[in-house]
């Protein structure tokens, strides 16, 4: 039995017991604060912060001593008489608010609380609690009760505006037990992050949103660090280099709509997960032997250079040795007609197998060709997606598919699956070459673009079932009916 069912067990089975006086009583206490007072003191039954006890408290407490005696004592030594660490685990599986609440339980339970080794105020710490509350001051006051290790530390309610109180929240953390921090500021201007933050040590996951990302010169990095994730941050891209090689735990990291760069370097001896959205006009890999899967993508098209970027762009990649899945836009490609296209690469991703090609154009021929090429130069390949974006039949593209002869490299591709599929001629013709190549092919999932097809994309099928096929193990199936 883990800690996620004994916090079922806390959160359910105990307060179920309670008698509708009492759980009417618990939802107008719930809140951390006393809304009869002005000031801002905790209720009684939560840490003797207030001196003024209203008859309802002494009945409470009178009843949770009487009960404790009976049939509930039972259920509540359950989880009472484990060990420090395993209680501390169940608190965690529970949102803040029901966290406090567990101080209701009995006098044993009152203070445990505040040694919950992680305060997560998120959407459910919002919903369910803030309500007419002050952020700031119910934060500031939770942080100055917490006694103990703290593990995690995570801010990301909505609405959370940038403001120096964030500074003093984050002065107040531990330096030396800290693993865990999510800064999520969801308004006003990029969150400019204290030199605090850079004396976390400990620090296994960092996430940071819409703040600016400047670690001081003389930083040497996070050592343990093993997740980094980054979205809408101001960085610096001349140093930002040369802080992620400071960081050599790292396995994962996402960067999305950060600061754009010239050339994205990334030093990762055990970065295994890359995603990047933005803008950069090269990447290069130095001493990533375990990086698996990488997510490209950009947000505009201003990452053209000259003819160099596509090709520079498949020499780093084919320089990963243990690069197993791709997903790439397409159009990223199509300067590759300088250089093979559609015949194959000067380079080969030798390890690739799985390829997910997105918003690929088939009404643009330099786009097709290029994308043909680039699967033909992953001869190992087994798992291909296509995610189209057509609006205009092209008559030029379907004979130039017609054109190709069946390729002899994709003889280890099993699965195909076609997204936003609107059953266009360059579409079918298309898929017809693939049919007509994989000699290993055991399924072409088609899912087919609802606003442009009628029938629910059977008739296609049909007609996609006629085509030859190279492999006879090959079926073509209608995913969205899956």
């Known amino acids: 039995m883990g800690p996620t069912h004994f916090a079922h067990i806390l959160k359910f089975n105990f307060i179920r017991s309670l008698p509708k006086s009492i759980a009417k009583y618990d939802t107008q206490i719930s809140p951390f604060f006393d809304q009869r007072s002005t000031g801002c003191h905790l209720p009684t039954i939560i840490c003797h912060q207030s001196s003024r006890r209203n008859p ?15 049939s509930i004592m039972s259920e509540v030594d359950l989880i009472s008489n484990l060990p420090c ?22 006098r044993e339970w009152r203070y445990k609380w505040i040694t919950c080794p992680e305060i997560v ?31 995690r530390f995570a801010l990301q309610v909505p609405d959370l505006k940038s403001s120096p109180h964030i500074d003093q929240w ?18 006003g201007e990029n969150h400019k992050l204290p030199s605090d933050i850079y004396t976390f040590q400990n620090l296994r996951n960092l996430k940071l949103y819409n703040c600016a990302f400047n670690p001081p010169s003389g ?18 891209p001349e140093t930002f280099g040369k802080f992620f090689a400071s960081c050599p735990a790292v396995e994962r990291l996402r960067l999305v709509h950060c600061t754009s760069f010239d050339c994205l370097e990334i030093v990762g001896p055990k970065l295994k997960y890359l995603q990047f959205h933005g803008l950069f006009r090269s990447i290069s890999f130095e ?32 320089s990963l040795p243990a690069l197993e899945e791709l997903q790439l836009q397409a ?6 007609v300088e250089y093979g296209a559609p015949r194959k690469l000067p380079v080969a991703l030798r390890t690739l197998k799985t390829l997910h090609l997105s918003d690929m154009y088939f009404e643009k021929i330099q786009e097709i060709a290029c994308a043909i090429c680039f699967i033909r130069s992953s001869p190992n390949l087994q798992k291909l997606k296509i995610t189209a974006f057509t609006s205009d039949v092209v008559d030029s593209v379907s004979e130039f598919l017609r054109s190709q002869k069946s390729s002899d490299t994709l003889t280890h ?31 072409m999932a088609i899912a087919h673009h609802s606003s442009s097809v009628l029938d629910g994309g059977e008739s296609i099928l049909n007609e996609l079932k006629q085509f030859p096929r190279a492999s006879p193990k090959a079926e073509i199936i209608n995913s969205d009916k899956e």
């Open 56 to 70: 309802g408290e002494r009945r409470i407490e009178g009843f949770l001593d009487m009960r404790m005696k009976g």
């Open 85 to 106: 660490s395993i209680i501390e685990n169940i608190l965690g599986c529970l949102p803040l608010r029901d966290i406090v609440r567990t101080s209701i339980l009995s």
């Open 121 to 151: 105020f998120d959407f459910w710490f919002d919903q369910m609690f803030l309500g007419g509350h002050k952020l700031e001051t119910l934060v500031h006051q939770i942080l100055k009760l917490h006694r103990g290790p703290l593990l």
């Open 170 to 187: 984050i002065h107040r953390l531990p330096k030396n037990t800290l693993q865990d921090l999510t800064l999520h500021v969801s308004r």
């Open 219 to 236: 930083f040497k990095g996070f050592s343990k660090l093993e997740n980094l994730d980054l979205q809408n941050v101001v960085l610096v």
């Open 287 to 318: 001493k990533c032997p375990l990086l698996k899967d990488v997510k490209i993508s950009f947000s505009s098209m201003d990452f053209k250079r000259e003819n160099r970027f596509s090709i520079d762009l498949v020499k780093s990649l084919s």
């Open 331 to 336: 159009y990223a490609l199509e300067d590759l």
């Open 413 to 443: 591709l099993k699965t195909v699956t076609m997204q936003l599929f609107s059953g266009n001629e360059s579409e079918m013709e298309f898929i017809k070459y693939l049919l007509s190549s994989a000699t290993e092919l055991e399924e």
